[in-house]
């Protein structure tokens, strides 16, 4: 008991290390109502927590979440910390924790890649 209990928190050290210093901003996210449990710190110096430029895309995206396709990624307008306009590249896969459903979702700024298109 006592070494799974040991592993377990080396696990639980391993990812959140691996989140919140991650240079790709992320957030692990309640699907049901949008609610950011956690955000790492490239999402803190970049997006704005409303990040949804048209908030009807979410819906989409949670859709795609939910999807059953290998590749889950889309392409959304986000909300940068100046209130400028960036286009995310965001990934996603699910999560269970507890029994609870989470979207853990990358997100890379491609706004400069499509303005050279």
Same mark, same amino acid.
């Given at each position: 008991? +006592? ?5 377990? !928190?080396? /696990?639980?050290?391993? =990812? /959140? ?7 790709? @901003? @992320?957030? $692990? ?6 609610? @950011?449990? %956690? ?16 908030? %009807?895309?979410?819906?989409?995206? $949670?859709? *795609?979440?939910? /999807?059953? +396709?290998?590749? !889950?990624? *889309? +392409?959304? +307008?986000? !909300? ?9 590249? =965001? =990934? #996603?896969? #699910? ?23």
């Amino acid at each position: 008991m +006592e070494a799974e209990l040991k592993g377990c !928190r080396l /696990s639980s050290e391993k =990812f /959140s290390k691996a989140f919140y210093s991650c240079p790709v @901003m @992320m957030t $692990i996210t309640e699907p049901e109502t949008g609610r @950011m449990l %956690e955000v790492n710190d490239s999402f803190c110096t970049t997006l704005e927590l409303n990040l949804w430029v048209h908030p %009807e895309k979410r819906d989409d995206f $949670i859709k *795609m979440t939910d /999807s059953r +396709e290998k590749s !889950r990624s *889309m +392409e959304l +307008e986000i !909300r940068g910390k100046i209130g400028n306009i960036l286009v995310g590249l =965001f =990934f #996603t896969e #699910t999560l269970t924790l507890d029994n609870k459903k989470y979207i853990l979702s990358t997100i890379i700024d491609i706004a400069k890649q499509k303005e050279t298109d």
